[in-house]
């Protein structure tokens, strides 16, 4: 599952008989796989991205840096085993090389209207999905071509989005605050945009569903609801009294925290839900600070970026054991960037301290910072890109990469580099 990532951070049919969104509007029949695709000048528009998914050994990551076009928006790009795609514009496209970071496809972008939500990268349905505005399209990373792209009538607006297990869902809502809340959900085919179903659901315009193991979860901050992905059916909803501004998945994992863009200086607890019956199960307790960001690993160790209400520029990333409900770990520091692979955690070291600032870091999971031996932390040498005033974001590789590409804000540009 893919959700997501909001930048600072992811439908036709009928409800009970009533179309909540016409057929000119998402339930729209979908463009199909076009050449509206440019190659650069070294490559051919769709050769590359075969031959790199093919996973011939000559092509593995290198050590590269390239300066991002200014289309290249900040802190949406991706990356599958094989490379890394960006999104451009508002619901355009770009792939690039793994090997050298060149650009090896694009995918114009269809409007200059609209701000772009993100980027999802379903590796497994080789698609890449993006959004701006009233559009929502995907890309083949096979061929590097545009895949399908629906439209939403002019008066709303996709809100989030998110990919799994073949469907891609996507809210949507009225463009003006003024009009009284309405807010749709819809699931589309990923292969060629066909949809699945679409209908008015009881959800937070501002937080994009997760799905995973033939649900998709929506929240209102006091409802979780369960439906079936291929139906749209409803199969669970939380108890009375459930609190639950955000959700995070990860593996077979659901649980709840409070959001980031909160005004509050309390915020509910960090709670797990049964994905099945939505019942609350029991949780470790948190730090009782306002939470950031939020990771889930197979296992069922959660990170959460916990901080000050009145100090957002540094914080703890804490670790939290979902199975046997407890906190492993803390691990203070000064960015919500982080990823995991390989059972170990990866962020940058805190800006503000002089002798360990500028790298990145990898943490084991369970053993935490103070481990010793094979599970002792690792830290890269010094870069210029993963110093704190980069404002660097982390992307990773699919499958257990050794590299890691970072993107930094300042001067906006993407390097490859090994992981420690």
Request: aromatic share 6%.
């Amino acid at each position: 599952m893919r959700r997501v990532r909001l930048v600072r951070g992811v439908m036709g049919a009928a409800l009970f008989g009533m179309v909540a969104v016409g057929c000119s509007g998402s339930g729209g029949a979908p463009s199909g796989e076009t050449g509206r695709t440019t190659a650069s000048p070294q490559r051919s528009a769709s050769s590359p991205a075969a031959t790199q998914n093919s996973g011939g050994g000559q092509d593995s990551w290198r050590a590269w840096t390239r300066d991002l076009s200014g289309s290249e928006g900040v802190q949406v790009c991706g990356a599958t085993a094989h490379q890394v795609v960006c999104a451009t514009g508002a619901d355009g496209f770009v792939g690039r090389s793994r090997t050298d970071g060149a650009v090896s496809w694009t995918v114009p972008t269809t409007t200059t209207a609209g701000k772009n939500l993100g980027l999802v990268v379903a590796k497994a349905d080789e698609r890449a999905v993006t959004s701006g505005g009233r559009t929502l399209r995907a890309a083949n990373l096979r061929t590097g071509r545009a895949a399908w792209s629906l439209r939403l009538p002019a008066d709303r607006v996709y809100t989030g989005f998110v990919a799994a297990d073949g469907i891609v869902y996507a809210l949507d809502a009225w463009s003006s605050f003024d009009r009284e809340a309405s807010v749709a959900l819809g699931a589309y085919r990923a292969s060629d945009g066909t949809t699945l179903w679409h209908r008015t659901v009881d959800a937070d315009r501002h937080e994009s569903p997760v799905a995973f193991g033939g649900r998709v979860y929506t929240t209102d901050s006091s409802k979780v609801t369960a439906r079936a992905a291929r139906t749209g059916a409803t199969l669970a909803t939380t108890p009375s009294g459930t609190k639950c501004p955000h959700l995070i998945t990860g593996g077979h994992y659901l649980a709840c925290s409070g959001i980031a863009y909160s005004t509050e200086d309390t915020f509910p607890p960090l709670l797990r839900l049964d994905p099945g019956d939505l019942r609350p199960l029991a949780t470790a307790e948190d730090s009782d600070q306002k939470p950031e960001r939020a990771l889930i690993s197979a296992d069922g160790v959660l990170m959460l970026f916990e901080v000050s209400p009145e100090d957002s520029s540094v914080g703890d990333w804490n670790a939290y054991d979902l199975n046997h409900p407890k906190k492993l770990w803390s691990y203070h520091t000064t960015s919500a960037e982080a990823g995991l692979v390989g059972g170990r955690f990866v962020t940058f070291t805190p800006r503000n301290d002089p002798a360990t600032r500028g790298h990145l870091i990898t943490i084991d999971l369970h053993a935490g910072p103070n481990a010793k031996g094979d599970a002792a932390p690792r830290m890269s040498p010094a870069y210029p890109e993963t110093v704190g005033s980069a404002y660097p974001a982390l992307v990773l590789p699919g499958g257990d990469p050794d590299y890691v590409v970072i993107e930094t804000m300042v001067h906006h540009i993407l390097r490859s580099l090994p992981l420690p």
